[in-house]
């Protein structure tokens, strides 16, 4: 297999072989991406078996098309959930706008993911998170509850309230111990980690594993009393998401988690079982803060992959994509 500067990413095309450069001026991306186009190239392999199971899925549409379609590439929604199955999804709804600012999740990548999990026979599908901003506000203005309302089983919740959270100890944290995490989460059988791909003033990135954090009670202790990227970590040794779907149809490359800043459109829906991964791929396609980002230059991502949680090394990770 040929090399493209040094690095070969393996992603199934069925038409041809093609540089991540070109991959990205076919589809129209060669201005959002230049700052990513200039690393090492991708390759799309066609020695990757038909129908086999990627590492990670990269949907290009609709945010609605594209999260069905990343999905499929994974085998399908029943490849994570199963007849009679808890199902708690962790969007990002945390602030009270659009989803048009890039600050929360798009509403039908949701609604997607709800509609597909009842499908697979989920007993019940809950939407949850911690908001930072007025909930009422946060559940109105990002459109999420509205988009899923109509979906038998679905429930669309922000919950800060003491009294849905439970007290548990973080058994393979080697710092942060202990927290109170949301009742229904610990009483689910699945977790979708469903964040909108955003920078963050103090991690860089806020992604699926950051996302954690909306999941419990007391996210500022994070802040104040350990170093936040080895937090975040010891976080998902506790709640490591069984699937990551990163709504990166809108990218808010400056200026997160609250904006305004830059907004990137891309169309773009990423999926994986491994979020480390899934946040690695993402991290190095965007350019952040106007500049080229690496994986490992992501100190929660670096440790995470250090300590085992999953893999940054999406050079040697097999790739699919596909347009919706």
């Known amino acids: 297999m040929k090399k493209i500067n040094k690095v070969s990413r393996h992603v199934t095309c069925p038409q041809s072989a093609l540089t991540r450069r070109e991959f990205i001026k076919r589809h129209g991306q060669a201005a959002l991406f230049a700052a990513a186009a200039a690393k090492t190239g991708f390759f799309f392999s066609p020695d990757v078996q038909a129908g086999s199971k ?6 290009e549409g609709g945010a609605f ?11 399908g929604i029943k490849s994570f959930v ?9 969007p990002n709804m945390s602030f009270a706008h659009s989803y048009e600012r890039a600050t929360n999740t798009h509403p039908d990548v949701v609604r997607a993911l709800c509609q597909m999990c009842v499908e697979a026979g989920a007993s019940s599908v809950m939407v949850l998170d911690n908001p930072l901003q007025n909930p009422d506000l946060c559940m109105e203005r990002s459109g999420i509850e509205k988009a899923c309302r109509h979906i038998p089983g679905v429930s669309v919740r922000t ?13 393979q944290g080697e710092r942060f111990r202990e927290t109170e995490v949301m009742r229904d989460v610990l ?4 977790l979708i980690a469903a964040p909108v791909a955003k920078s963050h003033s103090a991690t860089g990135v806020s992604l699926s594993m950051k996302g954690m954090m909306g999941l419990i009670r007391d996210r500022g202790i994070m802040h104040r009393r350990f170093n936040l990227s080895s937090a975040i970590v010891d976080l998902c040794t506790l709640l490591k998401a069984d699937l990551a779907v990163i709504d990166a149809t809108r990218v808010l490359a400056s200026h997160g988690p609250f904006g305004p800043g830059e907004v990137i459109r891309a169309d773009l829906v990423i999926a ?6 899934a946040d690695a791929l993402v ?7 106007g500049r080229e980002v690496m994986p490992r230059n ?6 995470a992959h250090q300590r085992g949680l999953g893999r940054m090394d999406v050079e040697n990770m097999t790739i699919r994509n596909v347009t919706a």
């Not at 098309?65 to 085998?75: F, H, P, S, V």
């Open 54 to 59: 990627p590492d990670i899925a990269v949907a």
């Open 65 to 75: 098309e594209a999260t069905k379609a990343a999905l499929d590439l994974l085998g």
């Open 82 to 90: 199963s007849d009679g199955n808890r199902v708690v999804i962790k």
């Open 159 to 171: 919950l800060s309230s003491a009294r849905f959270f439970q007290k548990v100890t973080i058994e």
């Open 187 to 190: 009483g689910a059988d699945v």
């Open 272 to 277: 994986s079982a491994d979020m480390v991964a």
């Open 283 to 289: 991290i190095d396609m965007f350019p952040w803060y």
């Open 298 to 303: 992501v100190a929660h991502v670096l440790e």
